[in-house]
């Protein structure tokens, strides 16, 4: 068997068969418009009636025409209509990725009109069409007759089963122009049985990514909503840029209307998202006797962006924010904390450096918490840069920050704050490692409306006895600064053994900091440096409190035991605990943190890493006098994939302030807590799995904070999750209750969420 190919001008190329007749002579033809590549056809046995203008291939034909591929088992091909007419097991390869299969097949045009018999489409994404009859115009546009669409596959052992869904349509048309599926009376079945029907409906072109067009619709209850709907629509308005239009329309808490606003560009991103309800009534007021909200409408804003100045520069922004603090939970809608964040920034990336200048606003959704005590910081600003090393193998570094904090309420003020410091890493005679560092900073502030709470001084009694007394009260409008030198060394003598089993590292550490005594005085508001408790991340830090305001003044030594096991068979064990000392009596960290005597509470942590079926985490703080459990938290998922289990428990004893840093507002005390959470996700088989999960506070007031149970079907084109959750959060017009959700998950239709019912809950 020879192949040919016609030059252009010629209709088709004729080819020596492989039984070894003499070909016919090619014929010159009308060359057909548009054609710019030559026609290539191979066959068994070829034959050519001139008086008829008539060529017949026979066997293992194949015709390659402008990117399309035909293969029968015959082809015909009349020169004088332009028509190739195949039977017998034809496929129809086209550019777009879609293969047409069919009995018989009449075409012209350059093969881009026809009529197809017994058509079946295997399109690009393994998506199934099939129906009766087919006619193909301009070869983007195909209508089938009595045609029936389907992404599932078939079942194995019985083809002839209906699939997991299809739809059936008298008609459909697969318009690869207008990228669209059209289906006319059209009805949905789902395991051959029908559950739906629509005059009309369409649907992307599976090659489509994005389309516009009315998304699925959602429909529920809830006893706060009352009967609610949703109707999104979707619009694509160009390459680079969507939005999605989403109203709720309920019968008990007005109209919502919502929606997103994406946008790409060349050196960057941005995305909007927001919704406005309008006539749902106030926000009732709080237990902490926050007002309503003004006037009827609520609502909220998020976005985000980020855009490439040049190789150095970013700027961006995010935007979270809500009328009143129960809006988002009430109408479900996703939120990252328990507190907002609007923040703007600019960033430089320096070879050695970082710079960043930024604003932000905060937002509490608890509603004991309102926005007048709220900071605003406009700006702050922070730079970082570290030097290459120098011929000792100490390397220089230098960082600054500005700061400008304003309050409607409470405490304001401007900070600037320099640091520069030097860094030395070196061995010792034994094997040992040290690293020696100093540092100074210099702070300077101007402080408004701050009402100074103490520092605490503990003092000891003759008989052993201990107390905290405060010191440096009162309140404080004017200038500030301190300069606050730092010297740090730290030793690590790291023992080491191999084998073939694994190997194991034993590491004794300690630390020396010598920094001045005080440094905090009262005329220095404590806005950025509290919340701190003392855990195992704060062992070997020269400045163990977050932030500016405050520091670690005094002389201290931290010591401790660091450990290592890697083996293979047992997976990486690591363990680390131990304890610190400070010189100075005075102390900056208020008592239930820790830090608030000389002598520190012990604590430690426990990671075991066993490959892909137990992750283990255990933290803990003992009471340094009778090893008293002070804090712990333990984290353990164990189990195949296939069967994972989860526990998660934390346990907090009894907190005398509620903040752990001298000088920070509010002193109300942390009562003890005690939390446990439980999970558990099962793949019952390969299409059906199970999730439960459970989490409670237990002891005095425990109570369920949340509990839920969901079975899923999932298959290659079908999914159906259908979830039972129990809430016990009560806050302003949200109360605890059950749900029930039914999700169904449609391949290329999308997805559909649906609560079927709710119990005294949202």
């Known amino acids: 068997m020879r192949r040919a190919a016609i030059p252009p001008g010629l209709a088709l190329v004729l080819i020596l068969g492989a039984s070894g007749a003499s070909p016919a002579a090619a014929l010159p033809a009308r060359a057909a418009p548009g054609v710019t590549k030559p026609v290539l056809v191979s066959a068994d046995e070829l034959q050519y009636d001139q008086d008829l203008g008539l060529t017949i291939a026979k066997g293992h034909v194949e015709l390659d025409e402008n990117d399309q591929i035909l293969l029968a088992d015959a082809v015909t091909y009349n020169e004088r209509t332009d028509t190739v007419t195949a039977s017998g097991h034809v496929s129809l390869l086209q550019p777009t990725g879609d293969i047409v299969f069919a009995n018989y097949v009449e075409l012209n045009h350059d093969m881009r009109d026809g009529f197809i018999k017994d058509i079946r489409i295997l399109m690009s994404d393994r998506s199934r069409l099939a129906g009766n009859t087919a006619r193909r115009i301009n070869g983007t546009r195909t209508e089938i007759k009595r045609g029936v669409y389907s992404p599932c596959e078939l079942c194995r052992s019985d083809p002839t089963h209906p699939p997991v869904w299809q739809i059936k349509a008298a008609e459909v048309v697969d318009d690869k122009q207008e990228k669209i599926v059209e289906y006319h009376d059209a009805v949905m079945e789902i395991d051959g049985i029908p559950v739906f029907y629509a005059p009309y409906m369409s649907s992307p072109e599976p090659s489509v990514k994005r389309a516009s067009g009315l998304l699925v619709p959602t429909i529920g209850y809830s006893n706060t909503l009352g009967f609610h709907t949703a109707i999104p629509y979707y619009w694509v308005i160009g390459p680079d ?6 109203p709720i329309i309920t019968t008990s808490a007005g109209v919502v209307f919502g929606g997103e606003y994406r946008q790409r560009f060349g050196n960057g991103y941005m995305t909007n998202d927001g919704s406005i309800e309008v006539g749902g009534g106030t926000q009732p007021a709080s237990a902490a006797n926050i007002g309503p909200s003004a006037g009827p409408v609520r609502g909220h804003l998020f976005g985000s962006g980020e855009w490439d100045i040049n190789d150095d520069w970013r700027v961006g922004y995010l935007v979270q924010r809500a009328s009143d603090q129960t809006y988002m939970l009430r109408y479900g809608f996703n939120t990252p904390a328990n507190y907002l964040t609007t923040h703007l920034f600019a960033e430089d990336f320096g070879q050695n450096s970082y710079g960043n200048i930024s604003a932000y606003n905060f937002q509490s959704l608890n509603p004991l918490i309102g926005d007048s005590v709220q900071s605003t910081v406009l700006p702050i600003a922070s730079y970082d840069w570290h030097g290459t090393p120098d011929r000792w193998g100490g390397t220089l570094g230098f ?3 500005a700061l400008n904090l304003l309050r409607r309420t ?26 020696f560092s100093t540092s100074v900073r210099t702070d300077a502030y101007n402080s408004d409306h701050v009402a100074l709470t103490p520092n605490f001084t503990t003092l000891t009694s003759t008989i052993g006895t201990t107390v905290q007394l405060p010191s440096n009260v009162g309140t404080s409008t004017q200038w500030a600064g301190r300069v606050f030198p730092s010297a740090e060394l730290k030793w690590r003598y ?3 053994r191999a084998d073939s089993g694994g190997s194991a590292l034993i590491e004794p550490i300690a630390a020396v900091i010598a920094n001045p005594n005080g440094e905090n005085p009262a005329s220095i508001p404590n806005v ?15 400045n163990r409190l977050p932030g500016y305001d405050r520091v670690d003044s005094g002389q201290r030594v931290d010591y401790g035991m660091h450990g290592e096991l890697q083996t293979h068979g047992w997976g990486n064990w690591e363990t680390l605990v131990g304890q610190s000392y400070r010189f100075e009596r005075s102390s900056v960290f208020a008592p239930g943190s820790g830090l608030e005597d000389r002598l520190s509470d012990i604590v430690g942590r426990l990671a075991v890493v066993t490959g892909s079926y137990v992750d283990f985490l255990y933290r803990f703080r003992l009471d340094k006098s009778d090893l ?16 994972r289990a989860s526990v998660s428990f934390i346990s907090i004893s009894a907190t005398p302030g509620s903040s752990s840093i001298a000088g920070s507002p509010g002193s109300s005390g942390v009562p003890a807590g005690n939390q446990i959470g439980a999970a558990i996700n099962a793949e019952l088989t390969r299409t059906w799995s199970l999730a439960l999960n459970d989490t409670r506070s237990f002891g005095s007031g425990g109570a369920t904070i949340g509990a839920g149970v969901s079975l899923t079907y999932r298959d290659d084109c079908f999914a159906v999750v259908t979830s039972v959750t129990q809430s016990g959060i009560r806050v302003g017009d949200v109360r605890p209750g059950v749900s029930v959700l039914l999700t169904l998950i449609f391949k290329n239709l999308g997805e559909v969420g649906e609560k079927v019912f709710s119990a005294s809950g949202t």
């Open 528 to 542: 950025d440096s509290q919340g701190f408790e003392f855990d195992e991340t704060s062992l070997f830090v020269a």
């Open 399 to 401: 960082s600054g920050n």
């Open 241 to 246: 840029k969507d939005a999605t239009f989403r």
């Open 494 to 496: 790291p023992w080491v």
């Open 410 to 435: 409470g405490p304001e003020e401007r900070r600037l704050s320099t640091s520069a410091g030097w860094t030395l890493p070196f061995n010792g005679v034994f094997g040992d490692r040290f690293t």
């Open 628 to 643: 008293a459990m002070k804090r712990q938290e333990a984290q353990i998922s164990a189990g195949p994939k296939s069967l």
